[in-house]
């Protein structure tokens, strides 16, 4: 039945190693050393699923933490690679929390415009580059984007003003220009 599809989690193996495991490399810590097995609802090292639909709906990997994982270690994490589009594939996604990491590079991948539950995105302290998708708009239910402290260039996309319910936008430290279609937004630009 479709329905059975729709509510197993989304952990087949290969999807995780095509977004993660494949694109992004940690190398002191371990962070990726719980993701074993198929099931990403269950013990997964930042990541969270929505209880009712068991799909992965939170991504939190933070390279600055106070977690546990940090203090044993006695340091601060340091990952390399990209963000996968593949990363798009997880339909369901309310938060992507790839931040303070220093390593990871590449682009914003355009298509994370078209993940529909996406609240939050903070990609902040890497050195992602490109420019922020143009579709960024799409996301009506955004209401965090932070990628301050990157190399991202380019203009803010005009799509931003349809962002209604955007309440934190952090774009400091990049090389970025032209502010110009913000006007009557009414969240914190920073």
């Not at 197993?8 to 977004?19: F, L, N, T, V, Y």
């Not at 609240?119 to 890497?126: S, V």
Request: a neutral charge; one cysteine or more; hydrophobic letters at 40%.
């Amino acid at each position: 039945m479709e329905m059975a599809a729709a509510v197993r989690p989304i952990a087949a193996k290969g999807i995780w190693e095509e977004i993660f495991k494949v694109a992004l490399h940690e190398p002191y810590l371990g962070i990726f050393n719980s993701w074993t097995g198929t099931d990403s609802c269950h013990n997964w090292y930042g990541v969270s699923c929505d209880p009712e639909t068991q799909r992965v709906a939170d991504i939190n990997l933070r390279g600055e933490s106070e977690d546990p994982i940090f203090r044993k270690a006695h340091r601060t994490g340091y990952m390399t690679g990209t963000i996968s589009p593949a990363i798009c594939k997880l339909t369901r996604l309310s938060s992507l929390t790839i931040a303070d990491w220093k390593g990871i590079s590449g682009t914003i991948p355009p298509c994370i415009a078209s993940l529909p539950f996406l609240r939050i995105i903070d990609l902040i302290g890497n050195q992602l580059t490109g420019e922020i998708p143009a579709d960024i708009g799409r996301l009506s239910r955004l209401s965090v984007l932070n990628v301050a402290d990157n190399q991202i260039s380019g203009t803010i996309p005009r799509s931003l003003t349809n962002l209604s319910s955007l309440m934190h936008l952090d774009l400091r430290s990049n090389k970025i220009s032209g502010i110009s279609g913000v006007g009557g937004w009414g969240g914190t630009l920073i």
